[in-house]
């Protein structure tokens, strides 16, 4: 066991203050710094901090998989670590997109192969065969966009709004009310031509503001995120597709889970996200990076998602809040420490062997492995391999700590 330092990611909508304020480092940063990775990514793996100095976990795994991973991790995934774990702190929204299932990632990965685009390509979609099943637990108040609204709800937002350019738009959603109806609308949006797109989005916009100005409440969030989306993205066809999406506020240890084909944009708030170790993401809009329409509107569910947030469970008598999901890459929990549990030493079992990254997010903690302690202060994570065994752990003050593990 380990402590790991995470790889931090600046990307021009991550935050200067909220990661280094979170890892205790000096801010506001001179960038902003996005995402901290704590994971075995080829792209950026985490550091395990041994006697000697610090060393990759991606060599740790390719060293000892045996050791780090154990047998049954092994024999399901490989010699790699199945999930990735970030911390992401967005001040700006982030782009428009889905992921792709397994049979999508196969087929599409095989495809651009076929075509001769080198995998790291900008305009390469598919880097990997892999789906990108993803959660993410609010740590401040977390605002997104997520799956698609019951098609009905969305006339309604649409209607408040007042503007008469989206009167045949409205009608399309009226005459099909249901998923084909809502597959219909996005694509023609998401297809318009740009020209038909600066006289749209600007009067969705006047509608928006009016809508604002007079005080109703009902779609205030809506309209005040596309507000915000067509200031930073004038003109793109995913301030548009906002009003078809669930808007989401998520308080902080709530979750929400994507699966594959769900169109999502994630707009504020720092959250833990833990995901398959892929980088197979499908973008629609509101980016400056590679947008591919075609190829989104292959993997998009429709389905309106009604219920996308995750409900957690607890465990050992509250001890630990899981965050059930179908993903097998990865198994999400906090435990808890407060109360009587604060000063002793308490058993923190997993229910199979394979290794656990831990990453403790208030008070602090001592994790006693078999062989090996470590100090976990707030912002900073360990790694557990499989042969460390089973852990216990030891708090003075009320403490939470994210636990990762691979799926059941
Ligand atoms: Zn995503």
Redesign the pocket.
């Known amino acids: 066991m380990h402590l790991l330092r995470g790889a931090v990611r600046t990307y021009a909508w991550g935050s200067r203050t909220a990661i280094a304020e979170f890892v205790g480092a000096p801010s506001p940063t001179a960038h902003p710094e996005a995402e901290l990775w704590f994971g075995a990514h080829p792209g950026d793996p985490a550091w395990l901090q041994t006697d000697d100095g610090e060393r990759s976990l991606l060599d740790a795994l390719r060293e000892d998989p045996e050791g780090e991973l154990g047998a049954a991790v092994r024999a399901r995934f490989g010699d790699t670590l199945p999930f990735l774990v970030k911390v992401l702190a967005a001040d700006e929204p982030l782009s428009l ?1 889905a ?1 792709p299932s397994t049979e999508q990632a196969i087929e599409g990965f095989a495809r651009e192969d076929r075509l001769g685009i080198p995998v790291n390509a900008p305009d390469r979609n598919y880097r990997d065969r892999s789906h990108k099943p ?1 959660i993410i637990v609010a740590l401040s108040q977390f605002e997104a966009l997520a799956g698609f609204r019951p098609a009905a709800r969305s006339v309604e937002l649409m209607q408040a709004l007042g503007v008469t350019d989206l009167d045949p738009y409205i009608n399309l959603l009226l005459g099909q009310r249901d998923e084909d109806g809502l597959r219909a609308l996005f694509t023609t949006w998401i297809t318009c031509p740009q020209p038909d797109l600066d006289v749209l989005v600007p009067a969705v916009l006047d509608g928006a503001i009016d809508y604002v100005r007079s005080g109703e409440r009902e779609f205030a969030r809506e309209a005040k995120t596309v507000l915000e989306l067509g200031e930073r993205y004038p003109g793109d066809a995913g301030v548009l597709a906002s009003l078809l999406l669930n808007r989401l506020s998520l308080a902080p240890g709530e979750a929400l889970y ?1 699966p594959a084909g769900n169109l ?1 944009a994630y707009l504020h708030g720092v959250g833990v996200e833990v995901m398959a170790n892929s980088d197979n ?1 499908l973008r629609g809009g509101l980016t400056p990076k590679h947008v591919d329409v075609p190829e989104l509107l292959r993997v998009l569910d429709f389905t309106p998602a009604e219920d996308v947030l995750v409900t957690p469970e607890t465990i050992r008598d509250g001890a630990e809040i899981v965050y059930p999901t179908p993903a097998p890459e990865f198994a999400v929990s906090v435990v808890n420490i407060d109360g009587d549990a604060v000063g002793h030493e308490i058993d923190a079992p997993i229910r199979h062997d394979g290794p656990q990254v831990l990453l403790c997010t208030e008070g602090a903690v001592t994790v006693h492995a078999k062989a090996s302690a470590v100090d976990l202060a707030r912002g900073a994570a360990a790694w557990v391999s499989a042969d460390d065994g089973p852990i216990r752990l030891s708090a003075q003050e009320p403490t939470r700590l994210f636990r990762v593990t691979v799926g059941l």
Do not use: I, T
């Open positions: 997109q992921h993803e994507l999502h993401v």
